[in-house]
């Protein structure tokens, strides 16, 4: 704690070295974070979602290291692989896929772990990067994420699925 070791309060961070250390950029802003703690800290939850799903359709999973693929009954659970389309597009891999072979239905479900105040900018980039445009940089604004190429589209057109993305973010 920057303020009981007598330093400023917008101290620079100890980790990137490059940002005032505040409690949103340790928690969610931190490049040095970015591919450590953040990915644990997601991947804690997405395991939640992913045991709750394969409870839901009857499929036995291992929880300590996710099973890439699980099928039974004609419903496929994928844990963080690529859908193969056709679409040259950037963003192909939900956290969670869930496909009902029967109806020709997919449920992808993308995990999000955020500052409280940037809880629905989230969700809406997930949404965008999967049903409006995924050629796009997952950072660009919001307001300039025009439609384009995008996975929900290529999974009709090349696998005759419709999809539904399901931003869930905490």
Not at 89 to 106: E, G, L, Q, W
Not at 136 to 162: H, R
């Amino acid at each position: 704690n920057a303020a009981k070791m007598g330093k400023a309060r917008n101290a620079t961070c100890r980790r990137c070295k490059a940002n005032c250390e505040t409690p949103e950029h340790v928690v969610s802003c931190c490049p040095f974070q970015r591919h450590t703690g953040y990915v644990e800290r997601h991947n804690a939850v997405a395991k939640v979602i992913y045991k709750a799903m394969a409870k839901q359709y009857g499929l036995d999973v291992k929880m300590r290291n996710p099973q890439k693929v699980v099928n039974k009954d004609g419903i496929e659970l994928r844990w963080d692989q690529n859908i193969h389309v056709s679409t040259s597009i950037r963003y192909t891999k939900p956290d969670i896929v869930i496909i009902d072979k029967v109806s020709r239905r997919a449920h992808l479900i993308e995990v999000g772990v955020s500052w409280h105040e940037r809880l629905r900018t989230q969700q809406r980039r997930k949404l965008y990067k999967y049903e409006r445009n995924s050629t796009l940089d997952e950072n660009t604004a919001l307001d300039k994420w025009d439609a384009g190429p995008n996975l929900v589209a290529a999974m009709k057109s090349d696998l005759n699925l419709d999809a539904t993305v399901y931003p869930i973010v905490i």
